[in-house]
């Protein structure tokens, strides 16, 4: 059974920090291209980090220096670390695995071919508030 397991989300502080996980299982993650999509309430899904399988990065301007996507592919799970934590990155996040020709570039995967990614996770709710 094919699975994407999100963890560690939570309550935190403004400036505090947080390091989400994302479990997979049922499939050879290594194989796969991987991101971080986050859904703030009210609002689209977003692609905050995302991560080729030739180790190429894409964060967007809002998180950039604040945010970083990780991989350990013995352990077959993904990591998001996040710090200096605003309010406006309350929301869920979701991690996503996906590996087919729709998905273009790093960057295209994390904003316009986001829908195309194989495999997504439930979320994992983060709230920033004092």
């Known amino acids: 059974q094919v699975q994407l397991v999100e963890s560690g989300g939570g309550l935190v502080q403004p400036g505090g920090s947080l390091r989400l996980s994302c479990a997979a299982s049922?499939?050879?993650?290594?194989?796969?291209?991987v991101g971080w999509f986050h859904q703030a309430p009210g609002k689209e899904r977003e692609g905050v980090s995302c991560l080729s399988g030739d180790g190429s990065t894409y964060y967007p301007d809002s998180v950039k220096g604040r945010f970083t996507i990780s991989r350990d592919n013995i352990k077959k799970t993904v990591y998001l670390e996040m710090n200096s934590l605003k309010p406006e990155d309350s929301g869920v996040y979701y991690c996503a695995a996906g590996s087919n020709p729709f998905l273009g570039s790093v960057t295209a995967m994390c904003t316009t071919t986001s829908d195309n990614m194989n495999y997504w996770g439930k979320g994992t709710p983060v709230t920033v508030s004092s």
């Open positions: 049922g499939f050879n993650l290594n194989h796969y291209d």
